[in-house]
């Protein structure tokens, strides 16, 4: 049954390779060796330490095959639901993997600026694709990360030159429409990659988007690696609302220079099964990260967050919080690693971790990782699962609001904890909007 | 009659705290509920409010003719009832302003009234943060976290002032209080008394009622209401202690 599984990702390697046509030799050469470790690794259990909590088999025992090759019949009208409202901002759009050219405004640019569809920067511009093209993420280990670089088909280049700032936040979305696969019974499964580069001194907020309908079951397996030069300042922003029969697997993977500044922030809202792992090595001295987390699932889903911040030299800091609501039956992962190098001196980082669950059903299990090699830092985590505040509630009811809205209240400060700390203001706003949708009905299930 | 409470009890899992409260408050007075630590007047306080904690298991409260025991906490507060908490909560992330505000409404609502924008909010509020002595960058703090215990009271106080309630219950708003906040509390209070609006103040010290001069006091001891008399009694207790009432109870038994 597996074996059978793990063949079909062979047969659509081959067909991707025909539909593609040529592409330079050192990826064809990285492809067929991501697909050979794929087969090798086969798809995570739980009896590996790193899934434990994740069971993948619902992806295992799926049928998946590619989107249709040909013109999608996907249109503006379509996208509409999917969009988040960033006036202005650069913007470039894949349908089912691929770029969709009438659905991208990519604008004006300053020169040198790069924001392009990663196939055809293959072609137009290999050599500056390839220093970082399945450099970072690295899928010798990683099922899910190999699968992708063997399969990918499309995604994003943005390349930012040095000394440059971008002031409108570029936009990357992905949407899956899964009904464009209507010849057999099979889930379509996409497999973006994104790859960013911020030269030394720039600047840039990235919107990285990932949406579908609610009606099908489809997987969307997506890489991203960043690389952050000599004081380069990233805010990049990951707002996965896929329909919820869908999988979401999600790794991102990036490396800081010197001085950098890297700000993640990951709002987790949709998807069956999802997964979203966030790597950051702060490879030279002085770099800040901030990791902040939002997730909420409902129903029988489950979110799992593995996070890595590798502080490899010393000076460091890092941030991050990561918080979840869960209501009915959903479940939840958190695993927040920290490795503190020996060289890492005078690391200062700090991680948290919570919980609200609104129903015995839910469950998650939370994890700190702590692997620290240097002797003078600071490194603190805490974690905090609970239910909600029965006595807030009652403070809240006491003054004239209503149970529902008392319940709403304390779930918007939570989320908002998180919120608050996302400087592009019209995105906290849109995703406030949308949360507040979504809220209510997990305020009536607390 | 603002407040009839007639042979009230109550339990808290297993344990009777109420053990047959009659109370009559007329509208416009000032009633003073004393007694030692443990005697139940916190716990008639938020039964009134509504907290749930709490299982009346007989008797009755009419609040203004209605049956205040059958409506839920937000609608008690709705129709006028509001208590001043002896721990105020906090509530991280939700911002002092936008709560106020919020609880106006509703209440503004459920009298048919208009709701307020935040121009008009900010007008009603700022003359009663002069008066309680309120900073203006406390409306902007999440409510109560991280708040001085003098300011959660004040807060307190505040918010019923913005409110404007027709009981206001004070559950020993005066503990833990120094005699510059105490002040502030009392004036608050006393700037609000007027005929068509009555109080529960809960203490454990007659203090606070040399600044709000109650109509009534009464002493509760061991869930039941021992004595009740004119502001005199406040300094007997304070000159006796509590002692001979509960001796009396004892004897009377």
Redesign the interface.
Request: charge should be neutral; proline fraction near 16%.
């Given at each position: 049954m597996l074996t059978q599984s793990l063949d079909q990702f062979a047969v659509e390697y081959e067909n991707a390779a025909r539909a593609r046509g040529a592409e330079p030799p050192w990826l064809t050469t990285a492809r067929r060796h991501a697909l050979e470790r794929f087969q090798s690794l086969g798809f995570p259990t739980t009896r590996d330490e790193e899934w434990r909590f994740t069971s993948v088999s619902p992806i295992a025992e799926c049928s998946f095959a590619r989107p249709l090759d040909g013109r999608t019949s996907f249109g503006r009208s379509d996208l509409a639901p999917f969009r988040w409202p960033l006036a202005g901002a650069h913007e470039i759009v894949f349908v089912n993997g691929r770029y969709a050219a009438g659905l991208s405004d990519v604008g004006t640019l300053p020169p040198k600026v790069r924001i392009e569809s990663l196939a055809s920067a293959l072609v137009s511009a290999p050599d500056k694709v390839e220093p970082y093209l399945t450099r970072l993420a690295d899928g010798e280990r990683h099922a899910f990360t190999a699968l992708n670089a063997a399969l990918f088909e499309d995604g994003a280049f943005i390349w930012i030159p040095a000394h440059t700032v971008l002031d409108a936040p570029i936009h990357v979305l992905f949407v899956s429409s899964p009904a464009e696969r209507a010849r057999d019974a099979r889930a379509t499964m996409t497999h973006p990659r994104v790859v960013v580069v911020i030269g030394e001194d720039s600047q840039a907020s990235i919107v990285e988007s990932y949406a579908g309908p609610d009606g099908g079951s489809y997987l969307t397996n997506t890489v991203t690696e960043v690389v952050l030069g000599q004081s380069a300042v990233l805010d990049h922003y990951k707002l996965q609302r896929e329909g919820v029969r869908s999988y979401h697997m999600a790794a991102m993977h990036a490396r800081a220079a010197r001085s950098a500044n890297l700000r993640a922030h990951a709002i987790s809202l949709g998807g069956s099964l999802v997964r979203n792992e966030v790597t950051v090595v702060l490879d030279g001295e002085g770099v800040e990260c901030t990791l902040n987390g939002l997730y909420l699932a409902d129903d029988r889903r489950l979110v799992d967050n593995h996070t890595t911040i590798d502080h490899a030299k010393p000076h460091c800091g890092s941030r991050e919080i990561y918080k979840g609501i869960l209501a009915d039956a959903a479940r939840a992962v958190f695993n927040g690693k920290i490795i503190v190098r020996p060289d890492a001196q005078k690391t200062d980082a700090r991680q948290t971790n919570k919980a609200l669950l609104l129903s015995e059903d839910a469950l998650i299990n939370t994890k700190p990782q702590l692997e620290i090699f240097a002797n003078d830092v600071k490194c603190t985590h805490g974690a905090a699962v609970g239910q909600m505040d029965d006595e807030a509630i009652f403070y809240l009811r006491s003054r004239g609001l209503s149970e529902s809205e008392a319940r709403h209240f304390l779930l918007r400060a939570f989320a908002g904890d998180v919120l608050n700390r996302m400087p592009l203001e019209p995105l906290r706003t849109a995703v406030e909007e949308v949360l507040v949708r979504q809220l209510p009905s997990y305020a009536e299930r607390a | 009659m603002m407040l009839t409470v007639r042979n009230l009890h109550v339990r808290a899992g297993d344990r009777e705290i109420l053990r047959g409260i009659d109370l009559s408050i007329e509208t416009g007075e000032v009633h003073a509920i004393m007694g030692p630590n443990g005697s139940g007047k916190s716990t008639l306080a938020r039964v009134l409010?509504?907290?749930?904690e709490y299982h009346v298991t007989s008797g009755e409260v009419l609040y203004d003719g209605q049956d205040l025991l059958a409506m839920?906490?937000?609608t008690?507060?709705?129709e006028g009832v509001?208590?001043a908490?002896q721990y105020?909560?906090e509530?991280?992330?939700?911002n002092n302003a936008y709560?106020?505000k919020?609880?106006?409404n509703?209440?503004r609502k459920?009298r048919g009234e208009e709701e307020l924008d935040a121009i008009e909010f900010m007008a009603r509020v700022r003359d009663r943060m002069k008066q309680l002595d309120i900073d203006e960058e406390l409306l902007n703090r999440?409510?109560n976290e991280g708040f001085s215990g003098g300011e959660k009271k004040r807060n307190e106080i505040f918010?019923m002032a913005v409110?404007e309630p027709r009981l206001g219950i004070l559950d020993e708003t005066d503990s833990g209080l120094d005699i510059d906040a105490l002040k502030t509390v009392a004036h608050g209070v006393n700037a609000m008394r007027n005929p068509a609006r009555s109080f529960l103040l809960v203490t454990h010290y007659q203090r606070m009622l040399n600044y709000v001069v109650p109509d009534v006091v009464h002493v509760l001891t061991e869930g039941r209401i021992v004595k009740s008399g004119g502001k005199e009694l406040a300094l007997e207790l304070e000159d006796k202690g509590y002692g001979w009432l509960e001796a009396g109870v004892s004897a009377g038994r």
């Open positions: - | 409010a509504g907290h749930p839920d906490p937000e008690r507060a709705r509001f208590m908490f105020p909560i509530i991280p992330g939700v709560f106020l919020a609880a106006l509703a209440m459920h999440p409510v918010q409110l």
